[in-house]
């Protein structure tokens, strides 16, 4: 007999082998006889403090009543502070659970979100009970920990650098002065913030070290001849800007809007003056 015919003779009967070998791993669930119950489909997650949306915990009821089985669950949660960690969607703390939902409920916790720097990860443990019509967890002996579930809020602030001290300036720049008709790019210079304890930073050179590079032909030579004083004008956003009376060596107005990174340090900002320079500058914390 040909090879190729032999071997397709017994192709059925290698595709019904394979498929009862399949069905080995499908559960019976129509078919299920053993004790009501439920579970949580896993055993941990975790969430950003941040998340905009909340997290869903699953939970599973199984019945030998099949489609017509249905019931009602209890959670209780520990561990962190409600209101201010967390809050949870499901105010009653129970669960209704039958066919119209796929046999499975949803605990749905909303992280909050905070800027406290010396925040940790908040763990949450999830604990079912008072189950109507089945047990809780597993049943039998090889019962794994399925009645309770383990959340964890990830902590997303970072400890707060102040702001002050000597800080490395990369800047760019363009001039409407004769002097200095070329746009400077990329300009390294260092720089200092001080704190002036009233909410208030003063810069040693706004310009990044350009003015003194500019404007030097014009009798300045120090840095220090270019200062400028800003503030936080949007705690929440971090966002700089420039006070009033902040000084540009030659009586002309100044203004700035840039940000500040409270985790690095680092301060970027965009300045013009009334002659109509303006530049860009990268402060980063030495």
């Known amino acids: 007999m040909n090879l190729f015919y032999k071997y397709l003779r017994l192709l059925p009967l290698v595709i019904l082998i394979t498929i009862f070998s399949s069905c080995e791993d499908i559960p019976d669930v129509l078919n299920y006889g053993g004790e009501d119950f439920y579970r949580f489909a896993s055993t941990a997650s975790s969430i950003a403090e941040n998340s905009p949306d909340p997290v869903d915990i699953p939970v599973i009821f199984t019945s030998k009543a099949g489609a017509s089985a249905s019931g009602t669950i209890q959670f209780e949660v520990s561990g962190g502070q409600e209101g201010v960690d967390y809050t949870l969607v499901n105010t009653d703390q129970s669960l209704s659970i039958s066919s119209g939902n796929g046999f499975q409920g949803l605990i749905q916790i909303q992280p909050l979100d905070n800027s406290e720097s010396s925040d940790t990860d908040i763990e949450l443990t ?161």
């Not at 400028?228 to 705690?235: C, N, Q, S, Y």
């Open 126 to 286: 999830i604990t079912l009970l008072n189950g109507s019509n089945g047990t809780i967890g597993f049943p039998g002996p090889d019962n794994t920990n399925t009645a309770s579930h383990t959340l964890t809020i990830i902590d997303d602030d970072c400890p707060i650098i102040p702001i002050g001290g000597t800080y490395a300036s990369v800047s760019r720049g363009t001039s409407t002065d004769g002097c200095c008709t070329e746009e400077i790019t990329g300009f390294q210079s260092e720089i200092s913030i001080t704190d002036n304890g009233d909410g208030t930073f003063t810069l040693n050179d706004f310009s990044g070290g350009i003015y003194l590079e500019w404007y030097s032909v014009y009798g300045l030579t120090s840095q220090n001849q270019s200062p400028a004083t800003f503030l936080i004008d949007d705690p929440v956003n971090n966002t700089i800007a420039f006070v009033d009376g902040s000084g540009e060596p030659f009586g002309e107005s100044l203004s700035a809007t840039g940000s500040y990174d409270p985790c690095t340090g680092n301060i970027r900002y965009s300045w013009s003056n009334g002659w109509g320079d303006e530049g860009d500058v990268n402060l980063s914390l030495k």
